[in-house]
């Protein structure tokens, strides 16, 4: 328990933080105590949303996380704060106001803390492009994974062995996903069809960009490691699981807005849910619940291609946020069950395997 604890630690602190923010944002805005508990309350259900969509984030970080160093490990906990706080709940959303409605930085918090309702509206206004560019890095990072040669462990065998053997042709999973760009966009009035496809090519530039450099980055310290060099990096997972974290913020940072307009207490709140996230990364490498749960990562990173394909539907149809989130806690509960399953019939031990 005392153990479990400690990987929390920092997140419970920062979530206080948070909360006496909050309250003082709350009655100093407010002037009532009323007031203060329903902006605190507010606050509270943003981290629980912002939790429960990022469930699979989490595995997904833990399964790229396991194979960095403890120094990537702690500086991806501690350095990737601030851009997953900072950057994603707080700048992302202002730079898309000021971009859109042609202002600067200085007015668009402005907007934001004086004309909510306005503000709400260019967010929402951008939610194309947006889904353009968050729904296909995601979508690559799921069918990157299932699209792989080399995968001897199968899940869902009859869906991902098929997938396996079609790795064999370049690129397929870039086929498939332009194909479901293109789709989509037929469904959406001309500005918003080109508007759509060069985000979701952006996108997927950005996943080829971050996955270039990753190989990079790992081909030098191969050349240094053969040299004699001792080289423990993780820059490139850094690099990749920031950009990742900040895809899966997409969703979360637009869902808010069904709950408040309020910069401060949309960014109050999903940043407490982001760090638990990191916790919750951490703990799962620590723990090495990957390796105990055989098919848990298989059930994430079909959670992401969902939360992808809902993001990329998103342009042309409204999901609410909730069956992104059932649907990703389906499909971990249904892999997580299957592992305990498949340890009980092989005789698998059950432990925890410990890493130092």
Known sequence: ????????????????????????????????????????????????????????????????????????QKRFLTWGIAFAVFGMRIVFPLAI???????????????????????????????????????????????????????????????????????????????????????????????????????????????IAVEGLNTIL???????????????????GFLYLNVLDASFSFDGVIGAFALSNNMVIIALGLSIGAMFVRSMTIHLVRQGTLAQYRFLEHGAFWAIIALGGIMLASARWHIPETVTGVIGAVLIGLSLWWSIRFNRNSGASAAPALHH
């Open 97 to 207: 106001v000021a971009i859109a409605a042609g202002i600067g930085p200085v007015e668009a918090v402005r907007l934001s803390l004086n004309n909510p309702s306005e503000y709400e509206r260019i967010v929402f206004g951008a939610h194309v492009g947006i889904a353009g560019f968050g729904g296909a890095f995601l979508a690559m990072v799921g069918l990157k994974f299932f699209f792989d040669q080399e995968k001897d462990i199968h899940w869902i065998e009859s869906i991902e062995l098929q997938l396996a053997k079609f790795a064999a042709l370049p690129a397929a999973e870039i086929a498939l996903l332009l194909l479901v760009l293109w789709g989509i966009s037929t469904l959406l009035p001309p500005e918003e069809a080109l508007t759509f496809v060069i985000a979701g090519m952006l996108g997927l530039v950005t996943f």
């Open 218 to 236: 790992e081909i030098s310290e191969e050349k240094k490691r053969l040299a004699g060099a001792a080289v423990r990096s993780g820059l490139g």
């Open 1 to 72: 328990m005392h153990d479990t604890l400690r990987h929390y630690t920092f997140s419970l602190l920062f979530m206080l933080a948070c909360l006496v923010l909050a309250a003082w944002y709350g009655f100093s805005s407010t002037g009532t105590l009323s007031g203060m508990a329903q902006l605190l309350w507010i606050v509270f259900v943003l981290s629980i949303l912002e939790v429960s969509l990022s469930f699979d984030n989490a595995v997904v970080n833990a399964s790229v996380l396991k194979e960095m160093d403890e120094v990537w």
